[in-house]
């Protein structure tokens, strides 16, 4: 087991807290006043400073007031609250956009834009990075060593593409450098040849404008690449001066499932992954615990980029947001919920935007743990209270690490290549829906996967889960072989391995890149269906619906054997679910859109096939298990996502219910109510 290493050891436990803009307050020192007193009231034991604060800090170029930012850490630190504090490159201010129009980001259009919004900076920028490496060399010599200052927060939410000069002429060097200096190879990466788009020189090639190329599809693919790899390197540039001054961690927020930017290329370049979640709760299109799903993705997601050791949750909402269609209220109960699921997952942090409301723009109306009345006695003042007095009774969980041996592979590249696909569903592949599908499959049985990158290592599973890997990076089909043979399971789906990572198609069948011969199948054929059209996949005596997509397969091999078959249509009796031996495992091709039910139902089999078998608990609907472990306590965290009252699976040990104390037993069944959860630890 992983030895417990808190991510910030001068708590003594878990972090709670959020964005704090104390420069929108610097006329009422009375609020600032307050605002720690309240802070004190609520449990919140750290601040995020200075994230869009560079006015403040540099009103006039070259001119810096950094004093009152001196006032507030030092005297957050002096009532026992910890700063985390930001570079402001997320917005500037006026007088550079006016004296530099350079560092505004061009739109896909190609009109530059105007000052205003935020995050429409030119990544190439020279002067921008200059301006950058300025303000974060003055902040890291000034404050890198403040005993109160814990962490770097990075810029905020980076993300979006310049298509100026600058950025078309990078995109070229890059392109060269990838291609090595070769425009022959990169016309047949390509495929330029179609409609005579044939390049002879990379002076000529262009990002994808609005009014540009749009289907040469290896350079829709390549300029996404691009981005994610210029944004890296703006974001090292900003860290330079902050490890040159000081010894603190970086961190930047990431987004929910944000199709920008590869996170796996950032997070390489982080000492703490932390991420903003802002789920959609109590919508009219799912259910609480559907909602609760896609955030354990997230989550899962995020803690997967550095395997064992814990993540944060930088935002989230103590009530409601107000950028969203509709801006619902959390019910009585979810917050706590929610910031127990983060925890469960793997966060040391539970942190909020915002602290207080800004009394005007775009954010006035954003829920806060403090609103316009400024009073402590709210239905949320009070939740958040609460959460910290949880926090507090939880401080033993810092630093432990989620236990598991299953995954479930996500890429960026991969998303991107199905998005730009013209083929199948125009619009909407699912992508993440079926990720979210077989994710929770998992997790319905008592599962907590990881979700991973398909170039990471596979080291420590036993099960991996690839839905819809269509594009195959270099190396990666043979790794998957190598993990079945050596004993692993791994399940596939329909569009597995029909393009190489230029997205050009594999030539000889599908799955292509050797994966036919660890699947024991090929994908002759690809059927879909309209929305509200269905199949039926017959699984012994089990009929389970199936949608969307329907592979038409042949068997490859003749140890390959079909677990399910098409009900009807013209290819009604052939294999819709397949399962194939190779080396020491197995490789499971599911060929179509199953029901969530056929899935648990598959998994389960799968489960108690595993090299150390047990029997699966099919939990009850709406609870979610997750563990974390240490070198001498596994945590277990019950949740309950449902309005109803639960009775949990018998306790497998003997524990200590982290909440109130009392002893429990192993067998015992524990009931929990609508909204409820149960923590224990081992005993």
Not at 92 to 121: A, S
Not at 451 to 461: A, K, L, M, N, Q
């Amino acid at each position: 087991m992983q030895p417990q290493k808190p991510l910030f050891p001068q708590l003594g436990g878990l972090l709670h807290g959020g964005d704090y803009n104390p420069d929108q307050w610097l006329d009422r020192p009375d609020i600032l006043e307050k605002d720690i007193a309240l802070m004190k009231k609520a449990g919140i034991n750290s601040a995020s400073v200075g994230i869009f604060a560079w006015s403040a800090l540099e009103p006039q170029e070259g001119v810096y007031t950094f004093e009152w930012m001196d006032r507030v850490i030092d005297r957050l630190y002096e009532n026992g609250i910890y700063t985390v504090l930001a570079t402001p490159s997320g917005a500037r201010p006026v007088w550079m956009d006016e004296k530099y129009p350079e560092v505004r980001r061009v739109r896909p259009d190609g009109l530059r834009n105007i000052h205003g919004q935020r995050h429409n900076h030119c990544m190439s920028s020279p002067i921008y990075r200059q301006k950058v490496r300025q303000m974060n060399t003055l902040l890291a010599k000034r404050y890198g060593s403040h005993p109160g200052v814990i962490l770097w927060h990075l810029s905020n939410e980076y993300g979006g593409a310049c298509y100026c000069d600058l950025c078309r002429k990078k995109f070229q060097e890059w392109l060269r450098k990838k291609y090595h200096d070769d425009i022959g190879a990169l016309n047949h990466a390509w495929w330029t040849a179609f409609w005579s788009h044939t390049y002879t020189s990379f002076d000529q090639i262009d990002p994808p404008m609005e009014h540009g190329e749009h289907s040469v599809l290896g350079m829709l693919l390549d300029w996404r690449r691009f981005t994610t790899e210029n944004t890296a390197e703006f974001m090292r540039a900003e860290i330079e001066p902050l490890r040159q001054y000081s010894k603190l961690p970086v961190t930047t927020n990431f987004m929910w499932m944000y199709g920008g930017l590869d996170y796996h290329t950032l997070a390489k370049d982080l000492d703490i992954i932390s991420w903003d979640a802002y789920p959609r709760w109590h919508n009219n299109e799912e259910t609480v615990y559907d909602t609760a799903t896609q955030t354990a993705f997230n989550h899962s997601l995020m803690r997967s980029f550095k395997r064992g050791q814990p993540f944060m949750l930088m935002e989230s909402t103590p009530s409601q947001v107000n950028w969203m269609p509709f801006n619902k209220l959390k019910r009585p109960g979810i917050h706590a919920l929610a910031c127990l699921q983060a925890v469960a997952c793997g966060s040391d942090t539970v942190q909020y935007f915002q602290f207080r409301m800004g009394r005007g723009s775009f954010e006035q109306f954003h829920g806060a743990v403090v609103n316009h009345t400024g009073r402590d006695d709210t239905r949320t003042f009070r939740e958040v209270s609460e959460v910290g007095q949880l926090l507090r009774t939880l401080s033993p969980v810092a630093g432990s690490s989620p236990a598991t041996k299953k995954a479930v592979i996500y890429d960026w590249d991969n998303r991107w290549a199905i998005e730009d696909m013209a083929g199948a569903a125009k619009n909407d592949k699912k992508y993440h829906e079926v990720c979210y599908e077989h994710f929770d499959a998992l997790r319905r049985l008592g599962e907590d996967p990881d979700v991973i990158s398909s170039t990471e290592s596979f080291d420590g599973y036993d099960l991996i889960c690839a839905p819809m890997l269509y594009l195959l990076k270099p190396g990666v089909a043979q790794r998957l072989k190598d993990f079945v043979a050596q004993g692993g399971t791994l399940v596939t789906t329909w569009l597995t391995g029909y393009v190489n990572e230029t997205t050009l198609a594999f030539l000889g069948g599908f799955p292509g890149d050797g994966l036919m011969e660890l699947t024991g199948v090929e994908a002759e054929e690809l059927d879909t269906l309209y929305p509200g059209q269905t199949n039926g996949v017959q699984v012994g005596d089990e009929r389970y619906e199936t949608a969307q997509f329907c592979e038409l397969l042949s068997l490859r091999s003749p140890e390959t054997r079909v677990l399910g078959s098409y009900t009807q249509d013209f290819y009604q009796g052939q294999p819709a679910i397949t399962i194939h031996p190779y080396g020491k495992g197995k490789s499971v091709h599911i060929a179509t859109r199953v029901e969530k039910q056929c899935l648990i139902d598959l998994y389960s089999g799968l489960l108690s096939m595993s090299p150390s078998p047990k029997e699966p608990v099919l939990l009850p609907n709406g609870v979610e298990v997750h563990r974390r472990v240490n070198a001498d306590t596994q945590y277990t965290f019950y949740l309950n996502f449902s309005e109803e009252e639960v009775t949990l699976p018998a306790l497998p040990r003997d524990c200590r219910d982290m909440l109130t104390g009392e002893r429990l037993s192993a067998g015992s069944r524990e009931t929990l109510g609508a909204y409820g959860y149960l923590v224990v630890a081992s005993v």
